[in-house]
């Protein structure tokens, strides 16, 4: 995929100039003209690196640095300053703005190429960082936190295009016990192997992530509680006739399953409602799928593994 570079300047001869120098690099240009559409674009497109020209009338290219710097959507865009000044003090002024480099116009064409490359290289590492903090390292699912992030995406969109949205919290078990009596290495084995057996079970808009511990959260977009439940359902009899092996012994797992619908406007508590079904699941006998019912919460929400 192509990576998007944004030049805010305001003189047309530099984006033509531009758009030839760069056209056998594999980005794609977005070009604004004063600092407000530059910043308004910035935030449309979610460019990877931004070209800014310092000197631009009404909003100079440092305020706009320093924009682009507090708006959560665009504060992790490198920015590279276009400056007409071969002035140090101008360079310090756009770097301590938040620049991570600086172009001096007129351009030298091998130059101006080589702090786009390396502009670019540095928001590719970045998105790889940040992706990376999303994933839990164990079984290579999303982690708790992208859980979190993602969920509360995923309720702005539903509420938003009022469609239905549910979540399923899974918990295997008595986990403790394949820990007990066959060590952590095999624990976390058959963690692994549930991750993925939950992955193929599930759509790609369905998000898999590992919640904590033992314990599995999806995100089911488009879908009420029916039929997350269905799924959950489906997953419930993938496992059963999944072999589980610990140390060459055959051990047969089960998950519980609670499952949970969004209800209503600015719904915070669909993972606590789907986790008392979860509670509820447990108590009733474990290996089985709960869809929350108000009128039968559990008594305690303290879960036996
Ligand atoms: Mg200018």
Redesign the pocket.
Known sequence: MLQKLLVI???DP?HALLRVRLRDEPVEIFSAVDGLAGLELARQVSPDLILL????PVTDGFTVCRELKRDSLTNSVPVIFLT?ASSTDEKIRGLDAGAVDYITKPFDAAELRARVRAGLRTKFLLDLLSKKAMIDGLTGLWNRAHFDQRLATEISLAIRSVRPLSVIMADVDYFKRINDQFGHPCGDEVLRTIGQLLTESCRKEEVVCRYGGEEFGIIVPNSAAADAAGLAGRFNRVMASHEFTCRGTRTPLTCSFGVAELAGDRDCHIVERADQALYRAKQDGRNRVVTYDPDNVPATTVAAA
């Open positions: 300047d305001d003189s530099i020209d310092v000197d631009m007409g």
